[in-house]
């Protein structure tokens, strides 16, 4: 397994970057986080995304994408991270969009994938409830059999990208109890169904979220995705997907709130001497570097690993988040303590990015759930 980017994935790196430097600087962030009347992106710059490829990349051909792997999402997905752009990549095409393309429903298949993929249309995933701990199989959310389909009753929480969503692909127990790995089916329901009502979450990095209330909502039979009480297997494999576009943009992030402390120890005098001559600042600066480095490593072997269907790659993919979530807070908190009492201020664009660290870390598995995930699947 390579753990360097091909001549075809250096070329989709250089131009993603200059894309997000000259769209998405981590000052729209802020902009967008203190408008009001904002959904928290912009969709303009979600379908210029759209035009470089960027929501096709994961999707075969013959739906109309680009045929390509994980590992060139990830790819998009660092150079994402650089600037914090908010965009729904993850929530509506990583998640969404292969929830549909893996569920093979075909009508509904022709009805979304092309907007997804266009970004014409958003869709989101409510899969996690409260007090969940990431273990999406514990679902109170209930689908009951009607003679036209299903009628969904619960309540999901922080639904990514959900607010302002043109639908949600919503998990709900047809059979078994909160806890059991089988029974749980996925239905795509728009959110102007009668009885669906959204709520808008703020979280601390200011991303777009939801709270989803279903309230005996009515769903076709045609909007089940999949097989009946088998929709946990899809889901788990596309959170493993989203796990690794999310390892992807962390990367991205810590790597650039380092190279902006790195910047900030060379020009910042103190005492008549530049701060980054001190040698318990560049003991701490080698620390984070070294952290990031083995945090690059491990989410090139995850993305490569699930591309090559090696079965590893689940155990690989958490070593990746847990190893993210540390550098990307390390790296963060570092920034804050080497820019001194500037790195407190909103003023300073670190603050953004360690916002996001504790967001990502958050997200589908913090480092502790991830460290105990690897020891089950090594039967430690």
Known sequence: ?????????????????NFIKKASPVTRMR???????SI???KAVFKQMAKLDWTAILFPEALGGMGMGMADMVVVMEAIGTGLAPEPLVPSVVMAGQLLALSENKVLMSEWLDPIIEAKKVLAVACQ????RYDISRVTTTAQKTDGGYTLNGEKSQVQG??????VIVSARTSGQAGDPDG????????VAPGLTLTRQHRVDSRNAARVRLENVSVPQANLLGQVDKGGEILSKVIDMATIALCGEMLGGMSAVFERTLAYLKERVQFDVVIGTFQGLQHRAARIFME????????????????EKDDQAAALISVAKARCSDAYILATNEAVQMHGGIGMSDEEDVGLYMKHARAAEMTFGDA?????????????
């Not at 959900?162 to 639908?167: E, K, P, Q, V």
């Open 40 to 42: 928290g992106y912009d």
């Open 129 to 132: 409830e409260k007090n969940g």
């Open 184 to 191: 749980l089916s996925l239905f795509l329901v728009p959110t």
């Open 292 to 307: 990031i480095e083995l945090a690059r490593s491990a989410v090139m072997a995850a993305a490569r690993a699930f591309d």
């Open 162 to 167: 959900g607010w302002s969503a043109d639908a």
């Open 368 to 380: 502790a759930f991830h460290r105990d995930r690897f020891a089950s699947l090594k039967g430690y």
């Open 31 to 37: 902009e967008l986080r203190d408008n009001p009347e």
């Open 1 to 17: 397994m390579e753990l360097v980017l091909t001549d075809e994935q250096k070329m989709l790196d250089q131009s993603a970057r």
